[in-house]
């Protein structure tokens, strides 16, 4: 049995590619220096997996920024807007142009915008949209795949180059002309694929890689239909290069079928996350394909369990013999952070929870031993059944009293006291805000000086109270500001926090951190998800200090702050020994005692972030109901506690609410902001003809550019918003948090923003 590994993080072990890249971007490093780190790392990653007895290695899976963006300069799928950079300053395979269509270019009078980006199926990987418009002309423009094998067959490396499939690479992207078929696309794109598979054929590459996740979205009968086309074509082209067909994510379902027909040598599934879909394939793949099976989650941080994975892969070899399995990681490991043994810090990291833990270089080595232990060598057994054991009664992670609680959740838990229209009454008498009520999302500027202060506080360079006491002066700072601008609810400002759920996670049971857990988001930026490992549980109060002490600074109403419970868990590693549901019911419930806990000390208005409930979606849509009703019971369990006065706010920064407006309308929030002024109010319209009964705050102005929103604008925007929804029901706010904007815009745009909000009160 061989193992197969889909491919490797490229950052490297400390993001080196990210440092090289912003150095390069900032003019301190030249091409040549870049060029050398992204060799250095590619050859690391390819050695660290040869030593290791890998079978199957990738290549190709590098990129400088976004192996989607490396596709489109393959194929030659550049938007016409960057057309005329190629034609005077910078040629296909140059980084000049790469890094422009990445991020947007402003240099020698040229003002081109970045592609879009968007995420990468669920996963918190954000890829390049690829645009295809009629002027395009496909055609093989530098070729990186064959580049990056030979450059790897230069070391004494055979590896497997990587590509996303035509298909997916197609559907992934965006049709900009309407004229144009995806049919005649393929039929545009396919000569390319074929003569870069032909070169790595030429090139000597016996296997290849090819992604084609969309395989297990849901797909019209249409889109099905282009993949026995293409692979059709593809095979004809290259009878000697053996294809594996790589799915993941998910399972194939109803796409089953057609996978099947596919002339390919290998398919690749996802057993960690469809693992039911195992025996439906096993019953139908014909026998001249070997089956790849994805056993060793490539994206999350978690240690495989042996025994269940050996179950499976014996479950494989005894229908299809041990020549016709791959042991394989279930998808690229570019979402798992890269070596555990980096985490050396026990004061951060104790050794217990370490143990159950795995990193990339890990994972790559559970592969191994599973193929040692299938082959009756089992050594590598022992230990990592312990280890399960030891975690599945370890006190640390499972708290009698959390799962008591959480078992004895009623509905009750779930509802306010009364419904919403009494609510309201109530919370008019005392809170006695004006028509049109004014406030902002949460954060406000955050200046090098309170980062810094931040930085300082926690390296231990400045004390506790001296900490307290400059936290203290910028809130009370930003009081007096939003009081001299007559805002209508308050914030403290969030200076205290580093980031939404980090802030949360320090403070609770359950979480931990590593030191350089840091995984891709998109380009140089990289993310280190907090851990959720064991039962969650508050201890103590989390914010309420900073609240309270703003609220004594002003008789207006001081609004509360916390992250919900889907966002925390969204933005996370979560644990993956029991149902995502019950982890987010148990955050759910330490973000009620906040709640509850905020109201006693005297704040009135309560706002629960769930920025990440949309994300959280399902990739097929008939997983999305179960979802969306653990995820909206959980918003509910946590905001549940208070009186009908206390009023409770949401906030969400997007605006598609199409297709889930009735789910969010039964969060049951007094109040939901959300992100509205680029579309020009026109996504409020679902809220209308849904008659959404609470009150609305459609942000009036976008907080992602320095530019000041002038009052009549402002005006505008909330003039629509009325002919939509009931005046009595319209909050005026920005977009979203104010945190990467700077002070002296904040001011002026507020101080607008509340013009525009007296404007319609005099108005109605
Ligand atoms: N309260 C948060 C802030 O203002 C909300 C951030 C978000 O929606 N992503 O920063
Ligand atoms: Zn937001």
């Known amino acids: ?410 509905a009750a838990d779930a509802e306010r006291k009364s419904a919403f229209p009494a609510r309201q009454k109530a919370q008019e008498a005392v809170l006695k805000l004006p028509l049109f009520p004014t406030t902002t999302i949460g954060s406000f500027p955050q200046t090098e000086d309170i980062r810094k202060l931040r930085a300082d506080f926690k390296k231990g360079v400045i004390t506790p109270a001296a900490y307290e006491t400059s936290i203290r002066k910028a809130i009370q700072e930003s009081v007096a500001l939003q009081e001299s601008l007559r805002i209508d609810v308050l914030v403290h400002g969030e200076f205290e926090r580093n980031d939404m759920v980090e802030y949360f996670g320090e403070q609770l049971e359950g979480f931990v951190f590593t030191k350089n857990g840091w995984v891709q988001s998109y380009g140089s930026r990289c993310v280190k998800p907090p851990v959720i490992y064991g039962d969650v549980q508050r201890n103590a109060p989390m914010t309420v200090e900073w609240s309270s002490y703003a609220q004594s600074l002003t008789s207006k109403p001081m ?20 149902p995502r549901a019950d982890t987010t019911l148990q955050i759910a419930l330490a973000i009620r005692d906040e709640v509850v806990d905020l109201e006693q000390a005297g704040i009135r208005v309560i706002q629960v972030d769930e920025p990440a409930i949309r994300e959280g979606l399902p990739l097929r849509q008939a997983d999305w109901q179960a979802y969306l009703d653990w995820a909206v019971k959980a918003f509910r369990v946590s905001v549940s506690g208070v009186e009908d006065a206390t009023q409770i706010h949401t906030h969400m920064c997007y605006s598609e609410f199409n297709d889930i407006i009735s789910n969010i309308a039964a969060m049951d929030a007094d109040v939901i902001t959300i992100e509205t002024s680029r579309s020009q109010m026109e996504l409020l319209e679902v809220f209308s003809v849904f008659k959404y009964p609470y009150e609305i705050g459609p942000g009036v102005y976008d907080i992602h550019s320095p530019r000041v929103p002038t009052v009549a604008e402002m005006t505008e925007l909330l003039e629509k918003a009325i002919q939509l929804l009931p005046a009595r029901n319209i909050w005026v706010n920005p977009d979203c948090g104010l945190k990467t904007r700077k002070w002296p815009e904040t001011e002026q745009s507020l101080r607008n923003m509340v013009a525009a909000a007296q404007n319609m009160r005099v108005a109605v």
């Open 559 to 578: 609004k509360g702050m916390l992250t919900g419970p889907v966002t925390i868990l969204q933005w996370s590693f979560v644990r993956d020994d029991q």
């Open 1 to 410: 049995m061989q193992t197969n590994v889909l491919g490797y993080p490229r950052i490297g072990s400390n993001r080196e590619l990210k440092k090289a890249n912003e150095a390069y971007w900032a003019g301190k490093i030249s091409l040549e220096k870049l060029q050398m780190t992204a060799r250095q790392l590619r050859r690391q990653n390819w050695e660290t997996l040869k030593s290791a007895g890998i079978d199957l290695i990738p290549s190709n899976d590098f990129s400088f920024y976004d192996q989607v963006l490396d596709m489109c300069l393959m194929t030659g799928t550049i938007p016409a807007r960057f057309r005329s950079l190629m034609e005077t300053q910078a040629s296909v395979s140059s980084p000049e142009l790469y890094f422009a269509m990445a991020r947007g270019y402003q240099k020698n009078g040229f003002d081109i915008t970045a592609m879009e980006m968007t995420k990468w199926f669920d996963t918190n990987y954000h890829y390049l949209v690829p645009e295809f418009d009629t002027t395009q002309q496909y055609s093989l423009l530098y070729n990186k795949c064959l580049e990056e094998f030979k450059e790897a067959l230069s070391l004494g490396i055979h590896t497997k180059p990587v590509l996303i499939g035509p298909i997916s690479f197609l559907l992934l992207g965006k049709v900009k002309d309407e004229q144009l078929q995806v049919a005649d696309l393929l039929d545009k794109l396919l000569p390319v694929y074929i003569q870069l598979l032909q070169s790595l054929q030429q090139a000597g590459a016996t296997w290849v890689q090819i992604d084609e996740p969309t395989l297990v979205l849901d797909l019209t009968p249409a889109q099905q239909s282009l993949f026995q086309y293409a692979y059709n074509k593809i095979r004809a082209a290259v009878p000697s290069l053996k294809i594996i067909l790589t799915t993941y994510f998910g399972g194939l379902q109803d796409n089953t079928e057609l996978t099947l027909k596919l002339p390919v040598d290998a398919l690749h599934i996802d057993l960690v996350r469809a693992p039911e879909q195992l025996d439906a394939i096993l019953a139908a793949l014909p026998a001249n394909i070997t089956l790849s099976v994805g056993v060793v989650n490539g994206r999350n941080i978690w240690k495989n369990n042996y025994e269940q994975a050996l179950q499976l892969i014996k479950k494989a070899t005894a229908v299809l013999g041990e020549e016709r399995v791959l042991i394989a990681t279930s998808c690229s490991l570019l979402h798992s952070p890269y070596d555990l043994d980096l985490e050396t810090d026990e004061a951060v990291l104790t050794p217990q929870i370490k143990n159950w833990m795995a990193f990339a270089k890990q994972k790559v080595r559970e592969l191994t031993d599973l193929q040692q232990i299938a082959a009756g060598n089992t050594a590598a057994l022992a230990a990592n059944t312990a280890a399960m054991k030891e975690r599945s009664t370890a006190a640390i992670i499972h708290k009698p009293a959390v799962k008591a609680r959480l078992a004895a959740l009623t």
